[in-house]
């Protein structure tokens, strides 16, 4: 097995957040794959295999945090799509059957990726008790991100607090299925980005992950219906940081970004 190792959501290396990617000829069994994870033991390592053609996808696509297979992740998708691209595996868009339905990856003629992804349905729900002790801060509110994300959006007073959160993670992890999206709206729209986020997934064994592109496509339609337009970037703040450019088209989010790849090498067992 040839395995890579890309960031995604940025244009340099050692930024975004990185993935494992493995292209295979057919998915071992899910043993195999689990333990691939925890070796490479990033965020999420990317499996997947070409499909017949003349069928609804191109590719078969899974994915696994180094605890358990997720329903949903951007950037290994991106990732995957990255060297599906500089390899010469697949020209074009590409289709990737998952667990959340057909993902449509689209190269653009800049070197950027965009992501075709459904869109997250919101509903509000009350400030959690104690969720506001784990994070340590006060959230303005609270919305759930149905079950494709599994996650809690919080909105924070400012930029400032977002980038000050030390939480306590594992104390996070009783508050919803995955984790928790920390967001706020940016203090300077000039730098380039709309909002802020980071986000926390104790749950799936990632106390902090770098970059989430699944996450905006819950933060793409709360942004959007806060400051009134349907395409917007975010930036994630994490010690790595990068930057998600969302479009929103009702149940369909898309999300832009680059990948670097930086490891490439060979799985000897």
Sequence with gaps: MRIRIVDAFTDRPFAGNPAGVLLLDSFPDDERLQNVAVEVNHAETAFAHPLPEGGDADWALRWFTPAAEVNMCGHATLATAHVLRTTGAHEGPVRFATRSGVLIATPGED??????????????????????????????SAFDTGPNVGDLVLELAD???????????????????????????????????????????????????????????????????????????????????????????????????????????????
Aim: glycine share 10%; with cysteine.
């Design 159 to 269: 930029e400032k607090t977002v980038h000050a959160l030390d939480p306590d993670h594992k104390a996070l992890g009783a508050f919803s299925e995955r984790g928790i999206i920390a967001t706020a709206r940016a203090e300077d729209p000039a730098r380039g980005y709309d909002f802020v986020s980071r986000c926390f997934f104790p749950n799936y064994g990632i106390d902090e992950d770098p970059v989430t592109g699944s996450a905006h496509t819950a933060l793409a339609p709360f942004w959007a219906g806060r400051l009134g337009r349907t395409e917007l970037t975010g930036l994630q703040a994490s010690p790595r940081s990068g930057r998600v450019r969302t479009e929103l088209r009702g149940d369909r989010t898309l999300l832009t970004g680059r990948a670097v790849t930086t490891i490439e090498g060979e799985l000897l067992v």
């Design 111 to 140: 070197g950027s990726i965009t992501l075709d992804f459904p869109t997250a349905p919101l509903t509000r729900t009350e400030v959690p008790d104690g969720v506001a002790a784990a994070l340590g801060t006060e959230p303005l």
